[in-house]
């Protein structure tokens, strides 16, 4: 089992950056897929992007390329995203997540996630 702890949310003008953090643990960690999404209120989820922590191969959706970039830290277990030109539609609980593979996460197919972050993108 693999437990997601996400931190660094917050209030933020349009324009500005933050980077969230996401520590996780547990036996098994390394062998999923990590990555975060979002949910906006009266909205799916909706997976931005992922990463393959064994292989180190990297995914985005076509909404946040070039403005969201995922990495990780291994010697903290931690995965980060961060955010930069940040748009009001961008406002939404963001989760980190586990799955098996990319794949899954993209079709919000996931074995883990954890209680969320509210990040708030004021114009």
């Known amino acids: 089992q693999v437990q997601l702890v996400e931190s660094g949310g917050g209030l933020v003008q349009a324009g500005g950056s933050l980077r969230l953090s996401c520590a996780a643990s547990?036996?098994?960690?390394?062998?999923?897929?990590l990555g975060w999404l979002r949910q906006a209120p009266g909205k799916e989820r909706e997976f931005l992007a992922a990463f393959s922590w064994s292989g180190g191969s990297t995914y985005y959706t076509d909404s946040v390329k070039g403005r969201f970039t995922i990495s990780r830290d291994a010697a903290k277990n931690t995965v980060y995203l961060q955010m930069n030109s940040l748009k009001p539609e961008d406002t939404a609980v963001y989760y980190c997540?586990?799955?098996?593979?990319?794949?899954?996460?993209?079709?919000?197919?996931?074995?883990?996630w954890g209680q969320g972050t509210l990040v708030t993108v004021s114009s």
């Open positions: 547990g036996r098994t960690f390394s062998s999923y897929a």
């Open positions: 997540a586990a799955a098996s593979t990319i794949a899954a996460m993209t079709r919000n197919h996931l074995d883990a």
